[in-house]
C-alpha cells in the first residue's frame, strides 16, 4: 500500500486518495464501534435507541454513560465498551496519522539520497 524507501513520494494527488482511502477506514472502524455500542445499551440497558446512541457517543468520545445503567449485564457491557473505545480511539488516529507520518519520514529518506 505504501511506496518503498527507494521509490520517490507519491504526487499530491495520489497523496490526497491515500488520505481519503484512510479516512474512509477510520469512518468504519469508528462506525462500527458505535452499533456495538448502540446495540449492547439498548438491549442490555433497555434505552431507547436514541438514549443508546447518546450513551455510546459519549463513551466512544471518552465522555462517560450519560444515563444510570439498571442491571448487572448493562454495567458489566459499559466497562467493556469504555475498554474498547480507548483502544478504538488509538486505532482510529493512528490510522489517520498513518499516511501523514509515512509521507514525512519517506521524505526525509529522499532528502537522504
Known amino acids: 500500500m505504501y511506496e518503498r524507501r527507494k521509490h520517490p513520494l507519491l504526487s499530491r494527488a495520489e497523496f490526497r486518495k ?3 482511502r484512510h479516512g474512509l477506514v477510520a469512518l468504519g472502524v469508528l462506525l462500527f464501534g458505535l452499533g456495538i455500542g448502540v446495540l449492547g445499551y439498548h438491549f442490555l440497558a433497555h434505552l431507547s435507541w436514541v438514549d443508546s446512541l447518546l450513551n455510546a457517543s459519549m463513551i466512544l468520545a471518552g465522555m462517560g454513560p450519560v444515563d444510570p445503567l439498571p442491571t448487572d449485564a448493562a454495567k458489566i457491557f459499559a466497562s467493556c465498551y469504555a475498554l474498547f473505545s480507548g483502544l478504538a ?3 482510529i488516529v493512528s490510522v489517520l496519522l498513518a499516511p501523514f ?8 529518506h529522499a532528502e537522504e539520497r
Open 89 to 91: 480511539f488509538i486505532g
Open 101 to 108: 507520518v509515512h509521507r514525512m519520514l519517506h521524505r526525509f
Open 18 to 20: 491515500r488520505v481519503g
